[in-house]
């Protein structure tokens, strides 16, 4: 169950309020700050019978505005605990609520100063608002290309100062979590980890944004408990992103874009919800479309694989964008992000 708290009531107030969640049997009181209302979650094996009469109890504290016995399996970021949406704040930058599109662009891995150099300038001339690039990739064949490790961060974390670009990049072990976050704004948790619950407990605890990939084979009920590793642990920056998801079809696209989800998520959580259009397509010619239909969709971002020179990529060429074609791509959001009431 959940305890909505008035953002007016005193410190005094909500510390009485846990304490007698705590006392009546709950394990845990998560306590989730929105902007319109304070949430407490209440935690923990309580029979159905006594949550009722503890409701009507709990109603009667100071503060309180009401109290709700939970309807879905996900707590903190379900959208019935929490009027509003949420917006996760970096930098100066917003993503979500009702705050402009951002989109995040940048190469698909690091590969060099002066790649991540030529394609960062590139992005942030036409409207990029974050960078991103990954240090560390989780490859399907352990002969891929892994990245350039921390190497790869040093060079990010060099071009983000040059730009004043915040940087998005991918940590795959709980273990790295610390170092990553030395040189990276947000945090990323790639496909292939939205399971390590290890690794979302590793991010709970540290103080970055973070965006969470969805599962190529996960449901949506999976990806919000697999946000709450991390929100439990007392991380509520967390940016939702669809990447497109396994399906029969396996000859035209990559993945196939999930976009038909982003109003599905929009109705069950009021985190923010972006899209990556460039893993679904697997080819540069879909990423507009896609970028264009996430939009119209409803996502609240972008997070777009650009390549200053595509053909000589080391990992995901084929679907990075040239600089030319990211270009016309930001005006055609631009102009489509009015029609729907927002800005880039
Ligand atoms: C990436 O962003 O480059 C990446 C590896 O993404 P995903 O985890 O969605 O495959
Ligand atoms: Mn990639």
Redesign the pocket.
Known sequence: MFIQVTNASTDGQLETIRDEVLGAGFSQAIVSLGEEITVINCIGAVAHERKLTLRDYFLNLPGVIGVEIAKTPYRLTSRESHPGNFSVQLNGISIGGNEPIVVMAGP??VESLEQVKKTADAVKASGAKALRG?AFKPRKSRFAYQGLGEEGLKILAQIGQETCLPIVTEVISPDMVGLVAEYADILQIGTANMNNYELLKAVGQCDRPVILKRGMAAQVDELLLAAEYIVAEGNSRVVLCLRGIRTFETGHTRFTADIGTIPVLKKLTHYPVIFDP??PAGDRELVTDYSLAAIAAGADGLLI?VHYDPPSAK??GP?SLYPEQFASLMEKVAALAQIMGRSV
Do not use: K, L, M, Y
Request: contains cysteine; aromatic residues 0%; negative net charge.
């Open positions: 698909c891995a990954g460039s893993h694989e990992c995901d679907q």
